[in-house]
């Protein structure tokens, strides 16, 4: 599996960025990423999660996950994040920052 992720926007608009494939990841990781992105039901969501006016200082995520055959890219604020997509986003989160080390 292999996924592109940006969190972009914020109150000082910085940018967090990262590639990642599953199979460079340790075995739990790459469990729990897929357990998350399984229970998130990501490849089912709209490829656009919109606030109907857009809030200053807001994260925006953009999330672009390849596996199994099926690509599917999804951009969301962080206004309206569905709360079965938050836990999904919090772990991506997690390892763009582990990987800027």
């Known amino acids: 599996m292999h996924i592109e992720f940006v969190r972009s926007g914020g109150f ?7 590639s990642i494939d599953s199979q460079n990841l340790a075995a739990v990781q790459a469990s729990t990423l897929d357990k998350l992105i399984t229970d998130s039901g990501f490849f089912d969501l709209p490829e656009q999660i919109k606030p109907p006016s857009p809030g ?3 994260f925006e995520y ?18 309206v994040i569905p709360d079965r997509l938050r836990p ?13 080390k």
Not at 69 to 78: D, F, P, R
Not at 90 to 100: P, V
């Open 12 to 18: 000082a608009g910085m940018r967090l960025a990262a």
């Open 62 to 79: 953009q999330v672009d996950i390849s596996s199994a055959g099926q690509t599917h890219s999804v951009n969301v604020s962080e206004a």
């Open 88 to 100: 999904l986003l919090d772990f991506l989160t997690t390892l763009a920052m582990s990987s800027r």
């Open 56 to 58: 200053p200082d807001r």
